[in-house]
């Protein structure tokens, strides 16, 4: 019993300091985009700013929520709660050495607890009942769907390399030399996929304001939006940790750990802030008919240095 009230106290600070860090990214995006912009970002409330994401999260979460008439009530109301709850579920494989989840199966829990994220949105998109959101939530389907091919593909080329299912036997296997000098083309595929998994400019489809006004979550307000938001931002946290698990060495008990951390999230901003937004056909091709075939080959490429180095050894 002890231990079941441990654990749960654990989860419990994992998720306040995933949605404390979710906070402070939201912030560190609108600066790093306001100093693209030649401009300053928030720098009203409080020191420099600081206070800034949790006024926005009092001022969406105290607004008077509507709900369109029409929309299948229900769904409309729990999918954006489901979307929070997959995005922070994801979190509980990552293997910290305090005590936490840490289970020899972690690759295959968070493939699973990935592809249900595409549930959610889909349901969002539908169970609104407005034309702009089902466009929006089908293309975003669509989008999710195509590259989370290439992920799985390249998750296997690692599963290969270190025979296990395991997280942890990332940190063991990169105590000499990172994987991004060893799969520097894997990295750059799985750091574009992560941008369009995430539906991050340039591949914000889903919410191409010039076409379909704001996609999937148009018909949503206060709280709901505020949810989805907390989703998404929360989702490009994991998957930059994700990248310094499987590329930059994966030592979480070391702060480098954690810089490393948060130069990748400045990444996805500084693409956002820098590049136009992909043509839908352009990005489908990249999926299918550039991402696949390298991640497909790369596959072959280990397999078959598994076997030749097995077959050496015996």
């Known amino acids: 019993m002890l231990n079941l009230f441990v654990l749960f106290i654990n989860c419990l600070i994992l998720i306040i300091c995933v949605l404390i860090g979710v906070a402070f990214l939201t912030l560190l995006e609108r600066k790093v985009l306001g100093y693209i912009q030649i401009r300053k ?3 009203k409330v ?5 206070l800034q994401p949790f006024s ?3 001022k969406l979460f105290t607004k008077e929520g509507t709900i369109p008439l029409v929309s299948n009530f229900f769904i409309y109301y729990y999918s954006p709660i489901m979307s ?3 995005s922070l579920m994801m979190w509980l494989c990552i ?8 289970f020899n199966l972690s690759v295959l829990f968070l493939l699973c607890v990935m592809s249900l994220g595409v549930y959610t949105v889909m349901i969002a998109g539908w169970s609104s009942n407005s034309n702009y959101s089902l466009l929006g939530g089908l293309r975003a389907v669509a989008q999710t769907i195509s590259y989370e091919v290439s992920l799985a593909l390249i998750f296997m080329c690692f599963l290969i390399l270190i025979m ?5 036997d990332f940190f063991k296997y990169q105590n000499k030399i990172w994987f991004l000098f060893i799969c520097l083309p894997l990295s750059m595929i799985w750091f574009v996929s992560s941008l369009a998994e995430t539906n991050r400019t340039p591949f914000d489809f889903a919410e191409g304001e010039s076409e379909l006004v704001s996609g999937f979550n148009i018909e949503y307000s206060s709280g709901g939006f505020a949810l989805i938001f907390l989703a998404e931002y929360s989702s490009i946290l994991f998957m930059s940790l994700l990248f310094c698990v499987m590329f930059l060495g994966s030592d979480l008990n070391s702060v480098y750990f954690y810089f490393k951390l948060v130069f990748i999230s400045f990444l996805f901003i500084w693409v956002r802030g820098t590049l136009p937004r992909f043509r839908y056909d352009k990005l489908m091709y990249l999926a299918w008919k550039s991402f696949l075939p390298v ?4 596959l072959f490429f280990f397999i078959g240095l598994k076997v030749f180095i097995y077959s050496i050894l015996i």
């Open 295 to 298: 991640t497909l080959n790369y």
């Open 46 to 50: 409080g020191f420099m700013g600081i």
């Open 56 to 58: 926005d999260a009092v």
């Open 41 to 43: 970002g928030p720098n």
């Open 84 to 86: 929070l709850f997959l």
């Open 95 to 102: 293997p910290n050495f305090l005590g936490l989840f840490s």
């Open 164 to 168: 296990s299912f395991s997280l942890l």
